[in-house]
């Protein structure tokens, strides 16, 4: 099993800057694909960015492509993603996921077995 902890999200003007860290318990996290997640209200989950085993290989969703950057320390069991410029639109709450059982990219939060809690992050403009 893996435990997941979100944390730094927060309130942020548009156009700047948030760090959200997922801390992950277990001893499967360094052969887990590790995702970010975001549901705004009324909306579907959606896809933001994950990372592979080795943090070798990273996707992510059009929408934050040279913006957010996502990154992993295998040794601390952490995962980030650093948001920059920051839009309105990128309000929602912010969701570390796992997968354990495959060693393939996948932007289906229905293949993601783990979650964390979620973080908030506001961005007013």
Known sequence: QVQLVESGGGLV????SL??????SGRTFNRSFMGWFRQAPGKEREFVATISRSGL???YA?????????SRDNAKNTVSLQMNTLKPEDTAVYYCAALTYDNSFTSRASDYEYWGQGTQVTVSS
């Open 57 to 59: 290989n990273t996707w």
């Open 19 to 24: 760090r959200l860290s997922c801390a992950a």
């Open 13 to 16: 003007q548009a156009g700047g």
């Open 62 to 70: 059009d929408f934050v492509k040279g913006r957010f950057t996502i």
